[in-house]
């Protein structure tokens, strides 16, 4: 079964900005704080974990492991809401698409894919990790 919904628009923002232009080239960033040194997830200029304005965005390897989920009934939609451990460490809440719900465990890996929005901005989420995928290989590109 291939779950896929329409997701909605992101909200940019002047601090988002440079995130969703990567999106739309098929790049994932993350920050990084280099006074911490800790990458953190969603995506702000301030620091969550020591409040320093010294962050920068560094390309995320778009890979990680479900952390826990939940299969939503909507209507006429089926889609899986979960929570995604990134491989740089945070956890990033996002939409688990192409699968089958009942096939999901927790600590399943899963890799990033970037879904159209209504209006075509490339939204990242993940789906089932491809086990014969090419080490190394970020998996992205608007489907």
């Known amino acids: ?9 992101p909200v940019i923002s ?4 440079a995130f969703w232009d990567a999106a739309a080239e098929g790049r994932f960033l ?3 704080c280099s006074s911490c040194n800790k990458v953190h ?15 920068a965005w560094e390309p995320g390897a778009g890979t990680g492991t479900i952390y826990t989920y939940s299969v939503m009934r909507r209507a006429k939609e089926l889609f899986v809401m979960a929570y ?9 809440m996002t939409n688990i698409v192409d699968c089958d719900p009942d096939a999901l465990r927790v600590g399943d890996p899963v890799e990033l894919v970037f879904v ?7 939204v ?3 789906r089932p990790a491809q086990l014969n995928a090419s080490a190394g290989a970020q998996k992205s590109g608007v489907q």
Request: glycine share 4%; aromatic share 10%; net charge positive.
């Open 1 to 9: 079964m291939k779950l896929r919904r329409v997701m909605p628009d």
């Open 14 to 17: 002047p601090e988002t900005q």
């Open 30 to 32: 993350v920050r990084r």
């Open 41 to 55: 997830w969603y995506p702000r200029t301030m620091c969550p974990f020591c409040s320093s304005l010294e962050t």
């Open 84 to 92: 995604v451990s990134l491989s740089e460490g945070p956890q990033m």
């Open 116 to 122: 159209p929005s209504e209006n075509g901005f490339a």
């Open 124 to 126: 990242p989420c993940f």
